[in-house]
């Protein structure tokens, strides 16, 4: 928040400023990433599935993870933090196209990740469920 702060000469037109400022995050986080390789996110410690009566349950965040990187920033930003296509498009500086057929993509995965642990979960001990 500091260097948008900084930096806020720099915002050519106000009216993208959450989509610039959003950016600047998102590169700071990306630099602290590179900057902290060797470090365990609070994600990756923690258990993957809880179980409840025998039957699992599937959190968002962990099929959000099973996501390439850049689709579960996609799906994040847009669905999660109302951001929009536009500003998307200006955020990942694709084209608007590019970016709906990458949120297209991304759904799609995560379709079939939700299928694959549905069938998982109905197959137990040679029966289906």
């Known amino acids: 928040m500091l260097k948008a702060y900084q930096k806020i000469h720099t915002l050519r037109e106000p009216a993208y400023f959450k989509t610039w400022l959003v950016r600047i995050v998102m590169n700071e986080c990306h630099q602290l990433n590179r900057n902290r390789k060797n470090l365990v996110s609070i994600e990756e410690s923690t258990e993957p599935y809880s179980k409840d009566h025998g039957y699992e349950k599937i959190d968002l965040e962990q099929m959000l ?11 994040k930003l847009y669905h999660l933090d109302d951001i929009s296509i ?38 137990k001990n040679g029966k289906n469920n």
């Open 65 to 75: 993870d099973s996501l390439p990187k850049e689709q579960k920033q996609l799906l």
């Open 86 to 123: 536009h500003e998307l498009s200006l955020i990942f500086e694709v084209p608007e196209n590019t970016i709906k057929t990458r949120l297209r993509r991304a759904r799609e995965k995560m379709r079939e990740e939700l299928t694959k642990h549905e069938e998982v979960s109905t197959w």
